[in-house]
């Protein structure tokens, strides 16, 4: 079966275990900032919090950020269910906009603009696919509305120029991201105080952790505010460090292939859209989305593409359909994302994949139109 996803581990990530236990330092230490302090200069920004997962640094960033009860947060709903769960968290009210259409599933900055109000503090943007939302149009939106805005980064690692829009941005590491540390994430933040309130937070608040209270020969601490356990240990970190080394290379690779998607789809599949068709922008390429014509029943050319050996996925159920959020917030409309959850489907797209993988799911795609 050809997988929508695989992680990239070799020796690297083998050695880098063998090292660390090595070490007899497994929790957070030495390695951990080792990986924030390269991944922030991998994306040109000068310090980052590392953390368990994505969703522990959305939650995390918009603690920071001072996101609260009464507040409404701008989100896709075009997203992983974490986009908007992060908002619930911190008691705050997802406000979901609809996306700019089909071939470019981004969250729209004209209807988020229309579901603005007195009581919106942030923008959380997704980062679609790997494709970076428009720069400029969003930090404007955000400076004439006074907004903060978060980048939600999960799909975007190593994208030059993600995680710089924002008040903060948040990545991850799960095991079919980019770049993985099986479970993990990391936090950027614009202003270096709500980052270290990030890292206070991160650890239940306490002002020192078991690495600096080693140092510092003191057994003392404080905790000055409430805080989780979001923590990332030394073990990630290391699989993280050798990750880092092959991310840029890996996203090439990735690049590479979809360019090879877009012509057979072109070729083979004409009634097949590919969004992003027309952007010009640097890609992580983290997924290849394609939009199956309106007539096409997808459970079928799901069960068809599995019969040939192809596994697919859907990114994603819109979020406000999912029963959890239509029973919290019933009656919410946002025509093209609906649209677009119903009618995408994602390709296998990995690193590890050929030109001939590619042509071979193309095939199959076609023969499944077809029928
Ligand atoms: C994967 C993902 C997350 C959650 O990441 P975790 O590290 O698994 O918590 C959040 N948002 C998006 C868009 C994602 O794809």
Not at 89 to 112: K, R, W
Not at 198 to 207: E, S
Request: net charge neutral; with cysteine.
């Amino acid at each position: 079966m050809l997988l929508v996803s695989e992680p990239s581990l070799g020796e690297a990530e083998t050695a880098a275990l063998v090292e660390t236990i090595a070490s007899n330092w497994i929790a957070m230490g030495d390695r951990v900032r080792a990986l924030e302090q390269a991944f922030a200069r991998a994306h040109g920004v000068s310090d980052a919090a590392a953390v368990s997962s994505c969703t522990g640094g959305l939650h995390l960033a918009l603690a920071a950020l001072g996101i609260g009860a009464g507040d409404e947060v701008l989100v896709p709903s075009l997203s992983f269910v974490a986009t908007a769960n992060c908002v619930l968290y911190v008691g705050a009210t997802p406000v979901f906009a609809d996306i700019q259409g089909l071939n470019h599933p981004i969250m729209s900055v004209e209807q988020a603009a229309r579901r603005c109000t007195t009581r919106t503090k942030a923008i959380i943007l997704m980062h679609y696919a790997g494709y970076p939302a428009d720069r400029e149009a969003w930090v404007g939106f955000a400076r004439s509305h006074e907004l903060m805005l978060v980048e939600d980064a999960a799909h975007a690692a190593g994208v030059p120029g993600v995680g710089s829009f924002g008040d903060a941005a948040v990545f991850s590491f799960y095991s079919n991201k980019n770049m993985t540390t099986a479970e993990g994430g990391m936090v950027f933040a614009r202003d270096p105080e709500v980052l270290a309130q990030v890292k206070l937070m991160r650890a239940h608040g306490m002002t020192s952790g078991t690495r600096q209270r080693l140092d510092a020969r003191t057994p003392t601490y404080d905790v000055t505010t409430l805080g989780w356990n979001y923590r990332m240990d030394d073990l990630r970190a290391a699989i993280g460090l050798a990750q880092l080394q092959a991310l840029a290379q890996r996203n090439a690779r990735r690049a590479e292939l979809a360019l090879a998607y877009r012509y057979a789809l072109a070729k083979c599949c004409p009634s097949v859209q590919t969004p992003f068709k027309n952007s010009d922008r640097t890609s992580a390429c983290h997924i290849l989305p394609v939009v199956l014509p309106r007539s096409a029943c997808r459970e079928v050319v799901i069960q068809k593409l599995r019969e040939a050996g192809v596994q697919t996925t859907i990114h994603y159920t819109a979020i406000h359909q999912l029963s959890f959020y239509r029973n919290l917030f019933p009656n919410i409309r946002l025509p093209e994302t609906e649209e677009f959850s119903r009618r995408e489907l994602t390709l296998p797209l990995h690193p590890k994949m050929q030109e001939s993988d590619v042509t071979r799911v193309v095939s199959a795609l076609a023969s499944a139109l077809a029928q």
